[in-house]
C-alpha cells in the first residue's frame, strides 16, 4: 500500500458490536464485527490507508461485572487492566474478521492491534470530581463496603440502584504514536487506541501509571488523527446523517456543513452529551487542530459517504 495515500481515521462505537440485548455473546459481537469489518475493507480497496479505533464500554461493563461475581473467589480486575483486555480481545476481533475479508486480494496488508496507552494529566479535575458512571447497579451496602475498602466513588442513579463512578479526563498524548506511525508508513493496516486507550498517568519520577479512569473515545480518537495528520477522521455511529431538532417534527438531516456552523448547532443544545455531542466535541477539535474533512455516519455507508452519496461531511 502506497505509504503516501490519503490516510483515514475510522472509530467504531463499542455499543456498535452489540446488536441488542439478546445478543451480547462473544460471537454474537464477532458477527457484527464482521459486518462492520466489509466496510473498511471497502474503505482499504479503494486505496486509502486506514487506522482503527473502537469503543470498549459494555464489554468493560462486562469485565467488571464478571470480577464481581467472582470476588468472593478470584481477585477483582483493576479498571487498567480492564481496558487493556478489551483492546486485546476486541482488536483479535477486528483482525481476523479484516483479514478474512480480504484473503482473496492479489495483495493484501497485514491488519495488526497496537494495545494503546493514552496519557493524561494527573491532576485533571475530574479525578477530583468523578462523574463516569461504570459496571453494574448495586445495592447501597455493598456500594459503601467498596467505598470503604477499595476507595470507590459511588453515587445513587436515578432509583436504580448505586454505582461505581470514574474520572473521565482529557487525553493528552497517544504514548505508542512513533509505532502506529511506523506500522501505518510500512503499509499495514492499523487498529489502536481501543476504548480511548488505556488511561496513564505520568508519576514525578516520569515512571506511567495505570488510572482508574475513562477516556472518551471519540476524543481520543480526534487526538490520535491530529497527531498523525489524518486527511479524514471518520466518526462511525448509528446513523446515517447527523440531524438537528431530533426526533422532533422539524428535523433535518445534515449533508455538509462548516467548522462554524457545527459549533454553532453544539450551542444551541442540537446533540445530546450521551450521544452526538462528544463526536462532535472531537470533529471540532480534530478540524481546530489541523485536520481537514470529518465524516459522521453509520458503517454500512462508509464507501458510499466517501463518494460523495451520503453521510455528514464537517469541514473548515
Not at 35 to 42: C, D, N, Q, V
Not at 57 to 74: D, K, N
Not at 211 to 218: R, W
Not at 226 to 252: C, H, M, W
Request: net charge negative; aromatic share 6%.
Amino acid at each position: 500500500m502506497n505509504k503516501h495515500a490519503k490516510l483515514a481515521l475510522v472509530a467504531v462505537g463499542g455499543n456498535s458490536l452489540i446488536l441488542d440485548e439478546k445478543h451480547k455473546a462473544v460471537e454474537d459481537q464477532y458477527a457484527a464485527v464482521v459486518e462492520t469489518s466489509k466496510h473498511i475493507a471497502g474503505l482499504i480497496k479503494q486505496g486509502y490507508r486506514v487506522i482503527v479505533t473502537h469503543g470498549n464500554g459494555p464489554q468493560v461493563g462486562f469485565i467488571l461485572r464478571r470480577s464481581e461475581l467472582a470476588r468472593h473467589e478470584l481477585h477483582e480486575v483493576p479498571l487498567d487492566s480492564c481496558g487493556a483486555d478489551t483492546q486485546g480481545a476486541i482488536g483479535y476481533q477486528l483482525q481476523m474478521a479484516l483479514d478474512n475479508e480480504m484473503r482473496d486480494w492479489p495483495e493484501r496488508p497485514t491488519v495488526v492491534t497496537v494495545i494503546t496507552q493514552t496519557l493524561v494529566d494527573r491532576d485533571d479535575p475530574s479525578f477530583k470530581n468523578p462523574t463516569k458512571p461504570i459496571g453494574s447497579f448495586m445495592t447501597e451496602q455493598l456500594a459503601l463496603e467498596h467505598k470503604e475498602k477499595d476507595g470507590w466513588e459511588v453515587v445513587e442513579d436515578a432509583g436504580r440502584g448505586w454505582r461505581r463512578v470514574v474520572a473521565s479526563p482529557v487525553p493528552k498524548k497517544i504514548v505508542e504514536l512513533e509505532a502506529i506511525r511506523k506500522l501505518l508508513d510500512s503499509g499495514m493496516v492499523v487498529i489502536a487506541a481501543g476504548g480511548g486507550g488505556i488511561p496513564v498517568i505520568e508519576k514525578e519520577d516520569g515512571a506511567l501509571a495505570g488510572a482508574a479512569a475513562v477516556i472518551d473515545k471519540d476524543l481520543a480518537s480526534s487526538l490520535l488523527a491530529r497527531e498523525l495528520g489524518a486527511d479524514y477522521l471518520v466518526i462511525s455511529t448509528a446513523v446515517e446523517k447527523v440531524s438537528i431538532n431530533f426526533k422532533r417534527p422539524n428535523q433535518k438531516e445534515l449533508d455538509r456543513i462548516t467548522l462554524a456552523e457545527a459549533k454553532q448547532y453544539m450551542e444551541e443544545g442540537h446533540f445530546a452529551a450521551g450521544s452526538m455531542k462528544p463526536k462532535i466535541q472531537a470533529v471540532i477539535q480534530y478540524l481546530e487542530g489541523g485536520g481537514k474533512e470529518a465524516l459522521v455516519t453509520d458503517p454500512p455507508h462508509i464507501v458510499e459517504a466517501f463518494a460523495g452519496k451520503t453521510g455528514t461531511w464537517i469541514a473548515k
